[in-house]
């Protein structure tokens, strides 16, 4: 498939502060002959702010198959889309997958542009030393789910990165201390880039006291990291437990799932873990 001369640009904007909007930014949205935004009306304030005449157009949650349509069919005529969301980077819990894939499914360039993401800005100022991280954004807002998809992540030594919404920022990070246990770190990085802007760093165990200490504490938007399972905690532990339940004669799906559930160590790697202990034991034989 050739290339055409138009593209898709991924422009992300400012989490709060006008000044993190990047000259290149600026530029791609200038150029481009229509902006693609989630709500035309929030960002209609920040491209009249940089001089921004393009035309504009919905591309949201909810019509986002049928936008990406009109915008691929703008790029066929040749004219340039900047992709852009309410705030921060299109695509990190934020519509924008689907409109660039249709794009690069039509031979389309994609250009992203680096910027403002609520996750990264928190993680760089997180202090916390894990060499992986893993971006979950949001959580259910059911309790059960919450509490399934918490202890899926449970023996996993990335650092964790959570979005949340104030209102269910309180019951979150009880859940979070209920599952993970006390000892590990929590970040909570509330109202980014902003007047209110709070880091606040304690053990699991200290946050929910420190969140209802103050109703302010626990207003605005919020990204909450959490720092990753102990190795020896982890990998001991969960290892021990399923040797005793495979030793019992449990079949090995059920001895992970009963191991992850007593230890929190990750399910998928204690599954793998029993396999192979299983074929071990199946060739001594
Ligand atoms: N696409 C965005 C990004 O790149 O970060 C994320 C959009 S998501 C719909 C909105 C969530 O991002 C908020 O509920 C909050 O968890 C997080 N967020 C956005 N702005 C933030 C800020 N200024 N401070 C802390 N968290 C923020």
Redesign the pocket.
């Known amino acids: 498939m050739t290339e055409k001369s138009s593209a898709l640009y991924v422009v992300?904007t400012p989490?709060?502060n006008l000044a993190d909007m990047t000259p290149r930014a600026v530029e791609a949205l200038r150029r481009a002959a229509w902006v693609a935004c989630e709500d035309t009306r929030h960002s209609a304030p920040l491209l009249k702010h940089f001089g921004v005449s393009a035309r504009l157009l919905a591309a949201h949650r909810h019509n986002e198959e049928a936008a990406a349509q009109q915008i691929v069919a703008r790029l066929d005529e040749g004219e340039s889309v900047a992709l852009v969301?309410?705030?921060?980077?299109?695509?990190?819990?934020?519509p924008g997958a689907r409109v660039v894939a249709r794009a690069r499914a039509a031979g389309h360039r994609i250009v992203p542009l680096p910027g403002?993401?609520?996750?990264v800005?928190?993680l760089s100022a997180s202090g916390l030393a894990e060499p992986r991280f893993l971006f979950h954004?949001?959580l259910p807002a059911k309790a059960r789910q919450r509490e399934e998809a918490l202890r899926e992540l449970a023996g996993l030594r990335h650092a964790l990165v959570f979005?949340?919404?104030p209102h269910r920022i309180v019951e979150t990070v009880e859940a979070m201390r209920s599952v993970f246990g006390p000892e590990r770190t929590l970040v909570l990085?509330?109202?980014?880039?902003?007047l209110f802007?709070t880091i606040h760093v304690c053990p699991l165990g200290e946050a929910p006291a420190w969140l209802e200490a103050e109703a302010n504490r626990q207003r605005?938007?919020?990204?909450l990291i959490v720092s990753g399972a102990s190795p020896s905690a982890d990998d001991g532990e969960g290892e021990r437990v399923l040797k005793l339940l495979l030793g019992e004669g449990l079949p090995v799906k059920q001895a992970a799932k009963l191991a992850h559930a007593i230890t929190g160590a990750a399910k998928n790697a204690l599954y793998d873990l029993a396999l192979r202990l299983r074929e071990h034991d199946d060739s001594a034989r």
């Open positions: 992300p989490l709060g969301c309410d705030a921060g980077t299109p695509a990190i819990s934020d403002p993401c609520a996750a800005t928190a954004g949001f979005y949340e919404a990085a509330r109202e980014l880039t902003k802007e605005g938007e919020f990204v």
